[in-house]
């Protein structure tokens, strides 16, 4: 028997919210903290905590470890290159970034100080990683030789996600003191490297934001964990809420045709995924 159950089937309106939720299916990995939607019905995600005592590793729906996906100490984001059947997987407890092909071989792992999540830019040349000591890095370079690592942000309030969406431009989730949350936009000022803050959420208070989505006309997407909301943010900082009543949301990954993706640690049948439709992201 599988260990996800799809509880929800039909399709129905939340209530005061703009999305269309699909379904939803229970999840026995709680708290998972990187998720990796190649279609509906192949979805992997991180138990980072170790939750099932089994080490921290990676899970498809049916609930088996996906063998051709790192493992390690604390196992937390994942991300697929644009271009190539190549997986980035984020090991923050043993500091280490893993690059892994199709195969489940290993191509590079950077020694990178408790990393939190890595995403590469669209044109794939170039890879951001958010740490969880407050920092941001641009990671460049095809072999091992010439791999090149900077730190381009300092100072991030407790961040959670990155979502590039230029070869220089992302947004930075930081979840910060209770209610004082943020999502914000960097972009390079100079040809010296220089990252500066260009705009954060405006109109719109965030308690907890964690996951993010990048859109391909430079907004965003982000749950608010302590808000139960899916929203999205604008390149000018407005915001609109997509999404309602989404219990304990940490991850969210958007698809085709308005559809997306929702990890939720808390529903009413516990940790689950939640598949959802808005019209603003069509």
């Known amino acids: 028997m599988n260990i996800f159950q799809v509880l929800l089937a039909c399709v129905f309106w939340a209530d005061l919210a703009y999305a269309e939720i699909i379904k939803i299916e229970s999840s026995s990995v709680p708290a998972a903290h990187g998720m990796y939607v190649k ?153 010296a490297g220089a990252y500066e803050k260009i705009i954060c959420n405006q109109g719109i208070e965030l308690d907890n934001p964690e996951g993010l989505w990048p859109l391909s006309d430079g907004s965003v997407a982000a749950v608010d964990t302590d808000r139960g909301t899916l929203v999205k943010i604008n390149r000018d900082g407005s915001a609109i809420v997509l999404a309602k009543d989404l219990g304990l949301p940490i991850l969210v990954q958007l698809m085709e045709e308005g559809r997306w993706v929702v990890f939720t640690n808390r529903s009413k049948v516990g940790p689950a995924l939640i598949f959802g439709r808005s019209k603003e992201l069509l």
């Open 39 to 191: 279609s509906p019905s192949e979805i992997w995600l991180a138990d980072t905590y170790n939750k099932r005592n089994a080490g921290s590793q990676v899970y498809d729906l049916s609930g088996n470890v996906v063998k051709r996906a790192a493992h390690g100490d604390g196992v937390a984001g994942i991300a697929k290159h644009p271009r190539q059947e190549l997986y980035s997987f984020c090991d923050v407890m043993g500091s280490q970034v893993y690059w892994l092909d199709s195969n489940g071989d290993k191509v590079r792992a950077l020694a990178i100080p408790k990393p939190w999540n890595a995403r590469w830019t669209p044109s794939g040349d170039a890879m951001f990683i958010v740490t969880y000591d407050g920092s941001v890095l641009r990671v460049s370079g095809e072999s091992r030789s010439d791999v090149i690592s900077e730190a381009i942000i300092h100072g991030l309030d407790t961040p959670f996600d990155i979502a590039p969406v230029g070869e220089t431009s992302l947004w930075v989730s930081e979840q910060g003191k209770s209610g004082k949350g943020r999502v914000c936009l960097y972009d390079k000022t100079s040809s």
